[in-house]
């Protein structure tokens, strides 16, 4: 009996959640894609979804730290956390590409 409470229960992932997260990390992908299209040249491509993947991978990894420092099983909440993180990069950076002259 000792054992069936030391089991954690598991909770089903929203998949809602999930779906919100992976379209927010596509919204951050297109800032990137969509910057690099209106500057122009193909260096611009390469370094915008090179960053795009450089920003994804430590932003990811910090989040997917805390994730499972603090809420342990909910990989949900996690996904979404980093989707919100990559649009809200991505969004900045396609408003700066006006800034470059």
Known sequence: ?????????????NRSL???GVVLIVVGFL???FAARAIGTYIYYRDHIFGFFLILLVTG???AGLGWRFWKGRRDITL???G???ALVGIV???N????H
Do not use: C, D, K
């Open 1 to 13: 009996m000792a054992e069936f409470e030391s089991v954690a229960a598991e909770r089903t992932p």
């Open 93 to 95: 950076i396609y408003i």
């Open 61 to 63: 990894s910090i989040i």
């Open 80 to 82: 979404l956390i980093i």
């Open 31 to 33: 800032g990137h894609f």
């Open 84 to 86: 919100v993180v990559q």
């Open 97 to 100: 590409r006006f800034n470059i």
């Open 18 to 20: 999930v779906w919100l």
